[in-house]
T-cell receptor, first 111, second 116 residues
């Protein structure tokens, strides 16, 4: 199974942009890149996903490297509410995601 | 409310006992996934069902079993419970239609199991 690696933690200041990296060097051509986040005491929630092109939605932007071996989740203006654990996973074309979410990146936001 | 319903929210039981966790997927979703989250661990994938059939298996112990019923709800059975089974158990669902790789996972709020 293709694997993702993320740093354990990152810190940001409120209202500043945050770039959360994810490496997936063994990604296959049909794997989608998904990002989820887990706020304290809640279940994970979907943030964004993409295949090859950069993606934007109301929550965040996803920048995918040209070789697709890495991606970056961009929070344009971090708020205190964005403090969470962010997970990057891959889903194959059949929708399988055997891959565990792992420990993700714990994002702290300073006021 | 994500649309994925998990019951019970909290469960306290003793070692050696057996419990059943229940999950109702979001309306229209055919696939159900179970995850375990312990205090110092990430989300560990346990098992996936699609339209009643087992689709993928992760790090699920032999003491654990699951099934998905014709109405698409799923149950995770945990038996001969040990202290180390204390964790949050999350259920997620997804549509699994064409282009399933793009289908997002919708998670429930989780069931917190405490084994004493």
């Amino acid at each position: 199974d293709a694997k993702t690696t993320q740093p354990n933690s990152m810190e940001s200041n409120e209202e500043e942009p945050v770039h959360l990296p994810c490496n997936h060097s063994t990604i296959s051509g049909t794997d989608y890149i998904h990002w989820y986040r887990q706020l304290p005491s809640q279940g994970p929630e979907y943030v964004i996903h993409g295949l090859t092109s950069n993606v934007n939605n109301r929550m965040a932007s996803l920048a995918i490297a040209e070789d697709r071996k890495s991606s970056t989740l961009i929070l344009h203006r971090a708020t205190l509410r964005d403090a969470a654990v962010y997970y990057c996973i891959l889903r194959d074309v059949w929708g399988n995601s055997k891959l565990t979410f792992g420990k993700g990146i714990t994002l702290s936001v300073r006021p | 409310d994500s649309g994925v319903t998990q019951t019970p929210k909290h469960l306290i039981t003793a070692t050696g006992q057996r419990v059943t966790l229940r999950c109702s997927p979001r309306s229209g979703d055919l696939s159900v996934y179970w995850y375990q989250q312990s205090l110092d661990q990430g989300l560990q994938f346990l098992i996936q069902y699609y339209n009643g059939e087992e689709r993928a298996k992760g790090n699920i112990l032999e003491r654990f079993s699951a099934q998905q019923f014709p109405d698409l709800h799923s149950e995770l059975n945990l038996s001969s419970l040990e202290l180390g089974d204390s964790a949050l158990y999350f259920c997620a669902s997804s549509p699994m239609g064409q282009g399933a790789g793009a289908n997002v996972l919708t998670f429930g709020a989780g069931s917190r199991l405490t084994v004493l």
